[in-house]
């Protein structure tokens, strides 16, 4: 029946059909396509009343804008009665008429239009950009992702767009030999099942390396869209190493950031490139959503807090020290700079800063159980 209505939705030009189940999902199933596809509508057999009802209930608390259409083998009036009860008010019969089903879609339009499906997302996005190459953007953006990933119930994603250098693949000794350019591929097709295939998971830290150097690779911005739409919905901060390029995929990613974190050091040639692509960049208008961190900071430094923020037009955010020890030894065994180290704690303290806290649920508020999992265009989403 599945297939038979996939068919006809195909003729109608108007359905995506995103995910099919052959039988009736559970819980998790459900939370998991719901991230994944962001479905405006579901198709739902009610050859199991009991079983749909429960679909039904949980699809009414987890988001009430989808819209439901219930399916059957035959248009039985008890079957009828039972849809109209669960407060399901589409409803098309095997074999599925075309005029029918051009109707019942026509009206979930209008619904949609009226009230369409919100999906929660995150708005923690934190692009980090060097100045210039070589002032430790990977090492601050590995790190502060994996301060941020300690956090209670914070599941962070750490991408290396990159391309030029690929160094977390590198720091972090990884062996996935799937990559960004993979994910980009496949933009249109992420799914629940694809995704855990391309990223390696430490903890509540997500990693999606740059996979080997290839400067002929040439990314869309509408795939980097798509993939940050998917991203948003499945954690709870995203990370972003940037090459300095300033390809349009980077602009595309620092349009969405919530931070652009510009990383300097103290030094004449990083402050040079910084000023540089600071003008670059307010032309952008992203001059308010860029902060600027400076690494590698000494007692000594050739130029001061202060005199740095007069050559840069913006305020130093945070200021790291130096540990060319700390940050070899943890390079070497392939992990994270040791959090208790002075440049840990630095790291640690900025990822506090860095995202904000959400208010504390009032007591006895009801949670939706979306809220309690992580794991594209709007799809259809066809289930039995």
Same mark, same amino acid.
């Given at each position: 029946?599945?297939?038979?209505?996939?068919?006809?939705?195909?003729?109608?030009?108007?359905?995506?059909?995103?995910?099919?189940?052959?039988?009736?999902?559970?819980? !998790?199933?459900?939370?998991?396509?719901?991230?994944?596809?962001?479905?405006? #509508?579901? /198709?739902?057999?009610?050859?199991?009343?009991?079983?749909?009802?429960?679909?039904?209930?949980?699809?009414?608390?987890?988001?009430?804008?989808?819209?439901?259409?219930?399916?059957?083998?035959?248009?039985?009036?008890?079957?009828?009665?039972?849809?109209?009860?669960?407060?399901?008010?589409?409803?098309?019969? $095997?074999?599925? $008429?075309?005029?029918?089903? +051009?109707?019942?879609?026509?009206?979930?339009?209008?619904?949609?239009?009226?009230?369409?499906?919100?999906?929660?997302?995150?708005?923690?996005?934190?692009?980090?950009?060097?100045?210039?190459?070589?002032?430790?953007?990977?090492?601050?953006?590995?790190?502060?992702?994996?301060?941020?990933?300690? %956090?209670?119930?914070?599941?962070?994603?750490?991408?290396?767009?990159?391309?030029?250098?690929?160094?977390?693949?590198?720091?972090?000794?990884?062996?996935?030999?799937?990559?960004?350019?993979?994910?980009?591929?496949?933009?249109?097709?992420?799914?629940?099942?694809?995704?855990?295939?391309?990223?390696?998971?430490?903890?509540?830290?997500?990693?999606?390396?740059?996979?080997?150097?290839?400067?002929?690779?040439?990314?869309?911005?509408?795939?980097?869209?798509? #993939? !940050?739409?998917?991203? %948003?919905?499945?954690?709870?901060?995203?990370?972003?190493?940037?090459?300095?390029?300033?390809?349009?995929?980077?602009?595309?990613?620092?349009?969405?950031?919530?931070? #652009?974190?510009?990383?300097?050091?103290?030094? !004449?040639?990083?402050?040079?490139?910084?000023?540089?692509?600071?003008?670059?960049?307010?032309?952008?208008?992203?001059?308010?959503?860029?902060? +600027?961190?400076?690494?590698?900071?000494?007692?000594?430094?050739?130029?001061?807090?202060?005199?740095?923020?007069?050559?840069?037009?913006?305020?130093?955010?945070?200021?790291?020290?130096?540990?060319?020890?700390?940050?070899?030894?943890?390079?070497?065994?392939?992990?994270? !700079?040791?959090?208790?180290?002075?440049?840990?704690?630095?790291?640690?303290? /900025?990822?506090?800063?860095?995202?904000?806290?959400?208010?504390?649920?009032?007591?006895?508020?009801?949670?939706?159980?979306?809220?309690?999992?992580?794991?594209?265009?709007?799809?259809?989403?066809?289930?039995?």
């Amino acid at each position: 029946m599945a297939q038979r209505l996939e068919s006809a939705l195909a003729t109608l030009g108007e359905v995506s059909v995103g995910r099919t189940f052959n039988r009736y999902p559970n819980a !998790i199933d459900l939370v998991r396509t719901l991230r994944a596809h962001a479905p405006d #509508v579901v /198709f739902l057999s009610f050859e199991s009343i009991d079983k749909a009802q429960q679909v039904v209930k949980f699809l009414e608390v987890e988001d009430d804008g989808i819209q439901i259409v219930a399916i059957h083998r035959n248009c039985d009036a008890n079957i009828l009665r039972e849809t109209m009860r669960a407060g399901v008010r589409e409803f098309i019969a $095997d074999p599925f $008429d075309p005029q029918a089903l +051009v109707e019942s879609v026509s009206q979930v339009k209008v619904q949609l239009e009226k009230r369409p499906p919100i999906y929660e997302a995150t708005s923690q996005i934190f692009a980090f950009l060097p100045s210039k190459a070589g002032v430790g953007t990977s090492t601050l953006a590995l790190n502060v992702s994996a301060a941020l990933a300690r %956090r209670p119930e914070t599941h962070v994603l750490l991408s290396d767009f990159d391309l030029n250098s690929g160094m977390i693949r590198f720091m972090l000794k990884l062996q996935n030999e799937y990559s960004v350019l993979d994910a980009v591929e496949h933009a249109l097709h992420i799914d629940e099942h694809l995704w855990p295939q391309l990223v390696t998971s430490m903890d509540s830290l997500d990693v999606l390396h740059a996979g080997r150097i290839n400067p002929n690779v040439r990314i869309e911005s509408t795939q980097v869209r798509n #993939v !940050i739409e998917f991203m %948003r919905r499945n954690y709870q901060a995203l990370c972003f190493d940037l090459s300095g390029n300033l390809e349009r995929y980077s602009l595309e990613i620092m349009q969405e950031s919530k931070r #652009v974190l510009m990383v300097c050091t103290p030094e !004449i040639a990083s402050l040079h490139q910084a000023r540089e692509k600071l003008h670059f960049l307010r032309a952008l208008d992203l001059e308010s959503r860029i902060s +600027v961190v400076l690494t590698r900071c000494q007692k000594k430094a050739l130029f001061t807090k202060e005199q740095v923020q007069e050559i840069l037009g913006l305020p130093v955010l945070k200021m790291f020290p130096n540990d060319y020890h700390g940050v070899n030894k943890a390079m070497t065994a392939g992990s994270f !700079i040791d959090p208790k180290s002075d440049l840990g704690k630095s790291m640690e303290q /900025f990822a506090q800063e860095l995202i904000e806290r959400r208010p504390a649920a009032q007591s006895g508020e009801k949670h939706k159980f979306l809220e309690h999992f992580a794991i594209q265009p709007k799809q259809f989403v066809s289930g039995k």
